[in-house]
T-cell receptor, first 113, second 112 residues
């Protein structure tokens, strides 16, 4: 079972910020939160990841709550090309050296003109 | 350009006819993995490899084989494909630690 909970779908107006929430209440101290997205049926694309601190890169910002039980991915100025399924993933600490990610069904984000 | 290349992108075959889906990465990554994606189930790991000659089963390995004879290549082999292996397949690679995974563009396999 996925270790994260995300809303199945969201809408956002083009040019506005898209805020995608994720709950990961059972996260352990050494587990990272990763965000990927998948456009149509293309390969998942890495967006950002973090452990405790908020992170920002050229694509997005990641806000992790202090208790680490939830996080929010922020796309500051959404465009039509950001329409995709967004996956919030917590690394599997029981996987040992296997870099296995446990994928849920993600949030389908629709950016509207 | 750093990338993971899968071939073919689309494949239609018949039950029992052996096939191989190739995966190659040019980033010198030690770790490689295969996933399948089915509607309503998300991505599930089939096999993974920590390095050359080191492979291990993921969550859904039945009916699949892999090999890792070279660092850059990680082919997925279906010795006797069945219709329940109709799926979208992704290969991924990554460095060690918590660095992100890079995915190929997928192979859509249909077994009739």
């Amino acid at each position: 079972d996925a270790k994260t909970t995300q809303p199945p779908s969201m809408d956002c107006a083009e040019g506005r910020a898209a805020n995608l929430p994720c709950n990961h209440s059972t996260i352990s101290g050494n587990e990272y939160v990763y965000w990927y997205r998948q456009i149509h049926s293309q390969g998942p694309q890495y967006i950002i990841h973090g452990l405790k601190n908020n992170e920002t890169n050229e694509m997005a910002s990641l806000i992790i709550t202090e208790d680490r039980k939830s996080s929010t991915l922020i796309l500051p100025h959404a465009t039509l090309r950001d329409t995709a399924v967004y996956y919030c993933i917590v690394s599997d600490r029981n996987a040992g050296n296997n870099r296995k990610l446990i994928w849920g069904l993600g949030t389908s984000l629709a950016v509207n003109p | 350009e750093a990338q993971v290349t899968q071939n073919p992108r689309y494949l239609i075959t018949v039950t029992g006819k052996k096939l191989t889906v190739t995966c190659s990465q040019n980033m010198n990554h030690e770790y490689m993995s295969w996933y399948r994606q089915d509607p309503g189930l998300g991505l599930r790991q089939i096999y993974y490899s920590m390095n050359v000659e080191v492979t291990d089963k993921g969550d859904v390995p039945e009916g699949y084989k892999v090999s890792r004879k070279e660092k850059r290549n990680f082919p997925l082999i279906l010795e006797s494909p069945s219709p329940n292996q109709t799926s979208l397949y992704f290969c991924a690679s990554g460095r060690g630690g918590n660095s992100p995974l890079h995915f190929g563009n997928g192979t859509r396999l249909t077994v009739t």
